[in-house]
């Protein structure tokens, strides 16, 4: 099953008279994962919103399956919304409910099954979040970061084709959020699922998703697979996606454009283009990722249309992946998560010997071997 494609043509939002954004035209290729990245304030929950049609656009259209979701029937808008798994970013948890009662709500409304089902169903998501033995409690008894590993789970319960997630790992400290990281490429392996997620954490922002996009001054200024904005040179991209002071982009979102010129005169290397960060893999075990061949064949289609910098980074970037298994040598996000669980004191036996960890998928089968995801994700919160 591969995930579903949605397609944004010409989406325009405004509250009132003040416009969010405008003529936003973007594909969610199917089953890959992609980023929404942007300033704060500039829309990436409402978009999010929009495309489940909880908030309606003046313009465009939000196609899936052929229906448009912006025109469609309530009644076909409420088959649609069973397709989507959505964290938003406060969580949004029933505060009366347990867990448990929380994590079964969307089960018990969307779908006939028995109490039992949802219970078995229930129980592994939580554990698959790292929260089993937790069930009971409610929302107010545990920690920012519980709460939203309790929202992860119930965004997934449904086994839904379209993930969207709000700053997932807002309120995470670094090693759940590569725990989390983790999750989200092994679950997009097992699934082949639509995953769209916003985040600020630009080592997510480089290392996960298949496709970036940037959101940035009423309008989508870039989408497209990851090689091509990680080699972009265009100044708001590559300041985003350094996490770069210099650049147009300033605390109060927008500089005054003189100032930017000349900060990015100063920084000079701006356009400097350092080998690309590999990916993160799927665990072992996992299979084979298949949004990363798709994503691949897009890629090498467009490559002649790049700035020749940026074809050379990307082709170095894929001749040494293509020689060893586990991608380029130099650090990246994989390393990373290994490091993290080092220096977070999780007993892991020996230095990984390649790049990529070996036990870090947060699922549990069994107590033996060395502490696992649910571990991982557990202890220490709350
Ligand atoms: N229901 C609403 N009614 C009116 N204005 C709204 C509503 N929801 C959001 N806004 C406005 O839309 C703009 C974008 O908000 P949004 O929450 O989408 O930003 P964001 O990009 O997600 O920011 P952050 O990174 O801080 O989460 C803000 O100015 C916000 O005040
Ligand atoms: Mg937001």
Redesign the pocket.
Known sequence: MTGVEVKVDGLSKS??R?N?WSDVTLTLPPGEVSVLL????????????TLIGL?KPEQGSILIHDTDLVKCSESRLYELRKLFGVLF?DGALFGSMTLYDNIAFPLREHTKKSEAQVRDIVLEKIDLVGLGGDEGKLPGEISGGMRKRAGLARALVLDPEIILF??PDSGLDPVRTAYLNQLIIDLNAQTDSTFLI?T?DINTAQTIPDNIGL?YRKHLAMFGPREQLLTSEEPVVAQFLNGRREGPIGMSEEKDSAQAEREMAEAGDLAGLPPLKPQLQASTGMPDRQAVHRRRERVEAMLHTLPEPAQRAIRESYSESDGSQWGPSQDGGTREVARERVTAGAASPAPPTDDRPTDVHPRVTDDDGPPNGRHQLSEGDR
């Open positions: 509250f009132g003040a969010i942007g300033p704060s304030g500039t829309g990436k929950s409402v978009f999010l919103k908030l970013q709000d700053e916003v600020h959101l």
